[in-house]
């Protein structure tokens, strides 16, 4: 039915940092009829994301792509045949369909358009995956406040965008980080972002301090590296959370950066919360509530190592941070009037 | 009253690495009277605790010791004179009185102690500041489900022990880190752990995987360094939980180590948390429902970057991953037929 030939984009060779146009090159395939339960699409829309990058590093959580292999992206693409049910010829659908211009996809993972109520690109963008990410983000897993502030790298992209103008809709403060002054225009002036900075050219860090003197409520990360190092190390706001989207800083690199590697985070879904007891000093009460029937019950064993005498403090407290104690450490100053001698 | 001397554990000078023992002196001052709403307490028990090392870095978020200044320090004590309402002399309570035999303190952070509950050094440790301190984490700020898996540093130690423990009360495994075989068979026969593995001589990261093939549902860290960076890039559960209570690995080195510091996570009280759109395809339909909205009404914007043709894929790709795009990177491969020409 179709004989044109079906231009595809696949990998020649796993990409050392920055992709060069040869890493990757256009082959000609067919274009394949669809089975039971699948469809062929011919693709109108096909956006280049960075986390394929991620990917081919073998560090994104789905498998590494081989030489050879198709590249990955999503499309909006135009079903020309469909053996799925509730999906026809002429329906516009995004799909993952790799770097063609025709792909026969299962129809489990179909996700169907309506061309009527935006320009139909935007289902790759502000309203597609980049944007159910900044919604998810900033509207379920970890909900912006009226009156917080939001930082968000890469404010121009897709995701920024949509996250900054997410939390102006909910009554936040938004701060854009972008890659140039025309990034940070369009941030300002177009999505409305109260304040964005190049952080390329200005000294954003001291910009940011001046902007946020207590610090940014939410930071909605797709750099990594340098930028969030920073921002954990001097702008997060007591009770700050930082929602880890993209490390697009780490992709190009060959191995992992130094230090705690939040890549796995990502991957893993996980949280990490910094665990301050003072701040827990009102449960104190029902926390003995719990533990001494516990301890008086034989439940609770503990380890100590007892020294003698205020004298001993220097040494004790040097052979504590040399790591050779075993147990809570004390002195014992003075007599214990429980214990009869 | 009272004419012996007080002697008193004073900072010498700020350590340089492991503190050594003339880093600190011990000076002999005077019994002081307590004023309105003081108290004066003997020292009994003195605790000496790692996190005192990071506050003579000027790490920690309270202020840097000076040279001359007294060495911080909880202590039990007995009341010797009572200036507070509700104490009396002969009361024992737990105190902040710095490393010293006398001390006259302020009588609002006075924590009174039943001194028939429990000896009284465990109010420094399982049942004080400690055992508050893995209680807050494991029961109020992320509490550990039965079936799930806890692991610990420092398991031997007051908060670790103290973890472990609670883990297995609340029906959960117990694995601890600990820096020697005494320390682990400690906590394996008398705590009660389901396995302990010494970091120092052991592969046990290795024996970790093999213990816990689906991961650690909650890493309770008190070491920080080494050890937090492998735990999170290979031993996270789908959704684990990181909670970051010390980085003793840390406390001595002069400058913060490479990468994101999460000291100011603990400072902060921040979270961290990896953000997976994928997780949310389930609330797609909820999200068009606020986002097409927001967009008919002109309140989102957007910006593309559009290149014509499948060809254009890897040099766009290679501009993409170089930082040059501006907006989302979106190749048209066919008509949109949508838009009129």
Chains 1, 2 share one sequence.
Not at 11 to 35: M, Q, S, T, W, Y
Not at 78 to 85: K, T, Y
Request: charged residues 20%; hydrophobic residues 40%; aromatic residues 6%.
């Amino acid at each position: 039915m179709i004989n044109e030939p079906n231009l595809q984009v696949r990998v020649r060779r796993i990409p050392d940092g920055i992709p060069k146009v040869n890493d990757l090159e256009i082959v000609a395939g067919a274009v394949v009829r669809p089975g039971p339960g699948e469809l062929l699409a011919k693709t109108i829309y096909l956006v280049v994301d960075p986390y394929v990058r991620s990917r081919l590093s073998g560090r994104h959580f789905d498998r590494q792509p081989q030489p050879g292999d198709l590249m990955l992206g999503r499309t909006v693409s135009q079903v020309i045949e469909s053996r799925v049910d509730g999906v026809a010829a002429g329906d516009i659908v995004c799909i993952e369909s790799g770097m063609q211009q025709y792909a026969v996809v299962d129809g489990s993972d179909v996700i169907p358009i309506d061309p009527t109520v935006a320009p139909l690109s935007t289902a790759l963008g502000i309203l597609g995956m980049p944007g159910l990410t900044a919604w998810s983000g900033l509207c379920v897993l970890d909900p912006i406040l009226p009156g917080e502030t939001l930082l968000v790298t890469a404010a121009s992209g897709a995701v920024g965008s949509m996250a900054g103008q997410i939390a102006k809709l909910s009554g936040a403060r938004a701060i854009g980080l972008a890659g140039s002054d025309e990034k940070c225009a369009w941030a300002r002036d177009v999505a409305g972002f109260d304040a964005c900075l190049n952080y390329k050219t200005s000294d954003w860090s001291a910009e940011l301090a001046r902007l946020c003197p207590d610090g940014v409520s939410v930071y909605f990360d797709n750099a990594g590296g340098d930028i969030l190092n920073t921002v954990v190390k001097n702008h997060l706001a007591m009770y700050g959370r930082v929602l880890i989207c993209g490390l697009i800083a780490q992709y190009n690199l060959k191995d992992a950066p130094p230090g705690p590697n939040l890549g796995p985070v990502v991957s893993r879904r996980a949280q990490i919360k910094g665990l301050v007891v003072y701040d827990f000093e009102d449960r104190r009460a029902d926390f003995l509530r719990e533990a001494i029937p516990w301890f008086q019950a034989g439940k609770l064993h503990y380890k100590e190592e007892l020294h003698d005498g205020i004298e001993t403090a220097p040494a004790v407290f040097s052979r504590l941070m040399s790591g050779q104690n075993f147990g809570k450490t004390i002195l014992r100053v003075a007599d214990d009037p429980t214990v009869k001698g």
